[in-house]
């Protein structure tokens, strides 16, 4: 039986740096992927190929790079919210939330993924849509969802909390490495993480995540095989 896991983020390029090999075995085993982004990533730094763009010409362009990451990782389909990229904190947060409660009681997905609460890097666009959906899932609102991941950060894992689901990126690396440079406008971003694509840098091997809520329960403690674990 087919099962759904949205993952849900703040600019195209996240879900690519984070999840791609899950997203992509996902895929390949039979479940529905889907993806959720705040924003069309419109006020991203920008390399030099692309640096004359204004911030809507580059909002257009990074939503067709990220059409071509999603084929390549095996989204079944990408959503854009459309807030504006760098200022998510001050969108109201009612209204936001109950966007994201429209979105995933369209979809009905049995788990969704997002950031941790310290966006991973502190960033504030990542901090916003971590609270945002773990407000929509927490808020009995969303009745499919039986499971909500963080993202591991250092900050999670110092504070003991450890990943449920870890993924050994090794064998997925051409695959990942092509949807990263799918994302081309940001490539100068993506290099200074990952280098130059050619190998995959041990450091970002693992793609590892926490299960921050499940059924009630706040960081069950357990490891598992993947997310739909217990879920029938």
């Given at each position: 039986?087919?099962?759904?896991?949205?993952?849900?983020?703040?600019?195209?390029?996240?879900?690519?740096?984070?999840?791609?090999?899950?997203?992509?075995?996902?895929?390949?085993?039979?479940?529905?992927?889907?993806?959720?982004?705040?924003?069309?990533?419109?006020?991203?730094?920008?390399?030099?190929?692309?640096?004359?763009?204004?911030?809507?010409?580059?909002?257009?362009?990074?939503?067709?790079?990220?059409?071509?990451?999603?084929?390549?990782?095996?989204?079944?389909?990408v959503t854009h919210l459309g807030y504006p990229d760098g200022k998510l904190k001050e969108v109201d947060e009612t209204s936001f939330v109950n966007r994201v409660i429209d979105y995933l009681n369209d979809r009905k997905p049995d788990v969704a993924v997002t950031f941790p609460e310290d966006g991973g890097n502190f960033h504030p666009d990542h901090m916003t849509i971590s609270k945002i959906v773990t407000a929509a899932v927490l808020s009995g609102r969303c009745p499919s969802v039986q499971k909500l991941y963080y993202v591991a950060s250092d900050t999670l894992l110092q504070s003991g909390r450890l990943p449920s689901v870890t993924i050994d990126t090794e064998q997925d690396w051409p695959m990942k490495a092509e949807a990263l440079r799918a994302h081309q406008s940001q490539i100068y971003a993506i290099e200074r993480y990952f280098g130059d694509l050619r190998e995959l840098p041990e450091n970002r091997r693992l793609e590892s995540f926490v299960l921050a809520w499940e059924r009630g329960v706040s960081y069950p403690s357990k490891a598992e095989a993947g997310l739909f674990d217990g879920i029938n």
């Amino acid at each position: 039986m087919s099962r759904t896991a949205a993952f849900l983020f703040a600019h195209p390029d996240d879900e690519t740096f984070l999840c791609a090999s899950l997203i992509s075995r996902l895929q390949r085993s039979g479940d529905r992927t889907i993806l959720l982004l705040a924003t069309r990533g419109d006020a991203g730094k920008k390399n030099g190929a692309v640096s004359h763009l204004s911030n809507e010409e580059l909002g257009a362009l990074r939503e067709q790079e990220m059409e071509r990451a999603a084929a390549i990782i095996g989204l079944q389909e990408v959503t854009h919210l459309g807030y504006p990229d760098g200022k998510l904190k001050e969108v109201d947060e009612t209204s936001f939330v109950n966007r994201v409660i429209d979105y995933l009681n369209d979809r009905k997905p049995d788990v969704a993924v997002t950031f941790p609460e310290d966006g991973g890097n502190f960033h504030p666009d990542h901090m916003t849509i971590s609270k945002i959906v773990t407000a929509a899932v927490l808020s009995g609102r969303c009745p499919s969802v039986q499971k909500l991941y963080y993202v591991a950060s250092d900050t999670l894992l110092q504070s003991g909390r450890l990943p449920s689901v870890t993924i050994d990126t090794e064998q997925d690396w051409p695959m990942k490495a092509e949807a990263l440079r799918a994302h081309q406008s940001q490539i100068y971003a993506i290099e200074r993480y990952f280098g130059d694509l050619r190998e995959l840098p041990e450091n970002r091997r693992l793609e590892s995540f926490v299960l921050a809520w499940e059924r009630g329960v706040s960081y069950p403690s357990k490891a598992e095989a993947g997310l739909f674990d217990g879920i029938n």
